[in-house]
């Protein structure tokens, strides 16, 4: 059975950091490229960070230097770094198991950033 599961989402102030983690079981972690998604209210899921299941990571433009994403592959976990958190970061953060027949999600896990 296939399992992501998203946490450490919660209420933070601007300025600050949050990391996200994201445990994932029933299919090959090392092998697969995963991603940080992230849905605000009211707009569509975006997509944060990929990183290659070597290591490699790619940014969406506009958030490249704040948000940091890396991977365990022992303990099959992918992680994102935000810092600088600002209010428009606010949104339930997803994570993928990317697949060209369909990605696997985690539920998601809420994050808020007060001014």
């Known amino acids: 059975q296939v399992q992501l599961v998203e946490s450490g989402g919660g209420l933070v102030q601007a300025g600050g950091s949050l990391r996200l983690s994201c445990a994932t079981s029933?299919?090959?972690?090392?092998?697969?490229?995963m991603g940080w998604y992230r849905q605000a209210p009211g707009k569509q899921r975006e997509l944060v960070a990929y990183i290659t299941s070597d290591g490699g990571a790619i940014y969406t433009d506009s958030l490249k230097g704040r948000f940091t994403i890396s991977r365990d592959n022992a303990r099959s976990t992918v992680y994102l770094q935000m810092n600088s958190l600002k209010p428009e970061d606010t949104g339930v953060y997803y994570c993928?198991?990317?697949?060209?027949?369909?990605?696997?999600w985690g539920q998601g896990t809420q994050v808020t950033v007060s001014l």
């Open positions: 993928a198991a990317e697949r060209g027949g369909g990605n696997y």
């Open positions: 029933g299919f090959i972690f090392r092998i697969h490229m």
